[in-house]
């Protein structure tokens, strides 16, 4: 997979250099190119930004640099050889607009994008990018404006390396073993959609606080069916939106199976 980054901050990206997704770089899955979006400004301040039209606070950025930026971006990746074996096809680049106005990021969306063969992501800073850019490439290009969470961060930067490493984690080959995501709290159909319960592992006693006994009993039915037991009471304490949405049905079809 190919991932672009056009920021003003690229140093903000170093830890993609770094454990799940740095090996991913370094085995060759992932193909990373981080850009500074200020390489395509021409005066002598490397000027991005300019004051809202219609007045109000804070700084827009501006169309110009993006528009150069990804149309140079885009025509450097199109119909060629990225990584070995990865193809970017004549389709261009999925591409990312991280924003507190966009569409929640979820583990859905995290799939749908580690099916991408190409991603282009441009975090912006101040008070979003020129609308027109996102017009502009959203008649030629699949573009998602896309959110982590009801909040607001100084720029795009941080969500970048959030849902960077929720798709990278995703791709043949980067997680040890495949088996990992099956129980991920939110893996599609996984646990019904509740959280992972808790886990332990050794020693058997620590500062007096024992493990489970059910979990040392190598009984695996009652293994499975005191992790849901857990799965329950956490996402009841956690998160109880989760079960309101629940599938009454998917529990039971699970309980016939334990
Ligand atoms: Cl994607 N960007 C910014 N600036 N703030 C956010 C966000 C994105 N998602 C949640 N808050």
Redesign the pocket.
Known sequence: MRLDIVTIFPEYLEPLNVSLVGKARARGVLDVRVHDLRHWTHDRHNTVDDTPCGGGPGMVMKPDPWGEALDEIIASGSGGEQVEGTRVPDGGPTIVV???S?RPFTQELAVELSERPWLVFTPARYEGIDRRVIEEYGERYDVRE???????????EA?VLVMVEAVARLLPGVLGNAESHRDDSFAPGAMADLLEGPVYTKPPQWRGRGIPEVLLSGHHGKIARWRRDEALRRTTVNRPDLIERADPAAFDKKDREM
């Open positions: 991280p924003t507190p966009g896309v959110s982590i969470g009801d909040y607001v961060l100084a720029g795009g969500p």
